[in-house]
C-alpha cells in the first residue's frame, strides 16, 4: 500500500537527487508497528546492493517522522545508526512506542 505523501512534501523533494526521492517514498511506505531493511529499500527503489546509499539518504531524510526513517533497520532486525536526537536508543524507543517487535 502506498502512502500518499503531503503535496507540500513531494515539492520540497523536489530539489533533492532522484535516488534520494525514491528512497524517502518507500520509506514512508513502512507501516507503522512495522521495520523494513536497508537492502529491501535498496530492491524496491531499483537498486539492489545499495544498502549504503539507502543509509546516507535516510541519513539527510528532512521529512520525519512524514517519512519515517526509523523504521529501517539492518540486517536480522539489527539496530543501526540514527541521524535523529538521541541515536540508535531514540530509534529503538520510537519503534517501540509503535509496536515494532524487535
Given at each position: 500500500?502506498?502512502?500518499?505523501?503531503?503535496?507540500?512534501?513531494?515539492?520540497?523533494?523536489?530539489?533533492?537527487?532522484?535516488?534520494?526521492q525514491k528512497v524517502w517514498k518507500a520509506c514512508a511506505d513502512i507501516p507503522?508497528?512495522?521495520?523494513?531493511?536497508?537492502?529491501?529499500?535498496?530492491?524496491?527503489?531499483g537498486s539492489p546492493g545499495s544498502a549504503r546509499a539507502v543509509g546516507q539518504a535516510l541519513g539527510k531524510n528532512p521529512f520525519?517522522?512524514?517519512?519515517?526513517?526509523h523504521r529501517v533497520v539492518g540486517v536480522n532486525g539489527k539496530m543501526t545508526g540514527y541521524s535523529g536526537k538521541g541515536g540508535v536508543a531514540a530509534k529503538r524507543k520510537l519503534l517501540r512506542k509503535e509496536g515494532a517487535i524487535l
Open positions: 500500500m502506498k502512502k500518499k505523501l503531503p503535496k507540500t512534501i513531494l515539492k520540497k523533494m523536489a530539489d533533492y537527487p532522484p535516488f534520494y507503522k508497528g512495522q521495520v523494513r531493511t536497508y537492502g529491501w529499500i535498496a530492491k524496491r527503489v520525519a517522522p512524514t517519512v519515517p526513517c
